[in-house]
């Protein structure tokens, strides 16, 4: 079954206290992003990559870093997390973000439910 | 910059009524706007999508939606609703290279569906 797979589903941690967020596909995406939801707000990009190692800051990058060493994973991490990065986390990735298949056209995952104290 | 704004933040609607969810953008460019679903403790699905050609799209559920260029909005409909369609319904235009290769999502319409 094609699928976005991210872990984990639910994390209460501290504050400073480092994590990472997993994200898989399957569907041999090029293009992978995370987005933050919080309410009121929609959902707000934090980084994107284009392809392996190449990935580059959303709009909302500050207290996060990505990594893109294979295809099929895009780990989010939260060096020093603060309560401001209490939120609901979103993977996504599309086969390749503009071309003949379209643009945007975004699979999620079922989202991390991250809270820190 | 480009934006997204989803004028009603909660609608009930009785289950078989119709419902319209309204959704304005900013977007200097050719827009690609998007339709997307989010029921309890799920991640978002795709309803429909608009890139070019027929401006009425249909697309998944049984959902449709108008693109306006002359009014910049992309509103989203359904003829009779039912209990299932209860979710939050964002509304999303994509950018290019420009503007971050990315979604710019409204802040999204929660739905209630009476019996």
């Known amino acids: 079954e094609a699928q976005v797979t991210q872990n984990p589903r639910y994390l209460i941690t501290v504050t400073g206290k480092k994590l990472t967020v997993t994200c898989s596909q399957n569907?041999?995406?090029?293009?992978m992003s995370w987005y933050r939801q919080d309410p009121g707000l929609g959902l707000r990009q934090i980084y994107y990559?284009?392809?392996?190692?190449?990935?580059d800051k959303g709009d909302v990058p500050e207290g996060y870093k990505v990594s893109r060493k294979e295809k099929r994973n895009f780990p989010l991490i939260l060096e020093s997390p603060s309560p401001n990065q209490t939120s609901l986390y979103f993977c996504a990735s599309t086969r390749e973000w503009s071309g003949s298949f379209g643009t945007g056209e975004l699979f999620f995952g079922e989202g991390s439910r991250l809270t820190v104290l | 910059a480009q934006s997204v704004t989803q004028p009603d933040i909660h609608i009930t609607v009785s289950e078989g009524a119709s419902l319209e969810l309204r959704c304005n953008y900013s977007?200097?460019?050719?827009?690609?706007l998007f339709w997307y679903v989010q029921s309890p403790g799920q991640g978002l699905q795709l309803l429909l999508k608009y890139f070019s050609g027929d401006t009425l799209v249909q697309g998944i559920k049984g959902f449709e939606a108008e693109f306006k260029r002359s009014q910049s909005s992309f509103n989203l409909r359904k003829p009779s609703v039912h209990w299932s369609d209860a979710a939050e319904y964002f509304c999303?235009?994509?950018?290019?290279?420009?503007?971050?290769?990315?979604?710019?999502f409204g802040g999204g319409t929660r739905v209630l569906v009476k019996p």
């Open positions: 569907m041999n995406h090029e293009y």
């Open positions: 999303a235009v994509a950018t290019g290279v420009a503007a971050g290769n990315k979604l710019t």
């Open positions: 977007y200097g460019a050719t827009p690609y």
């Open positions: 990559s284009m392809n392996v190692e190449v990935t």
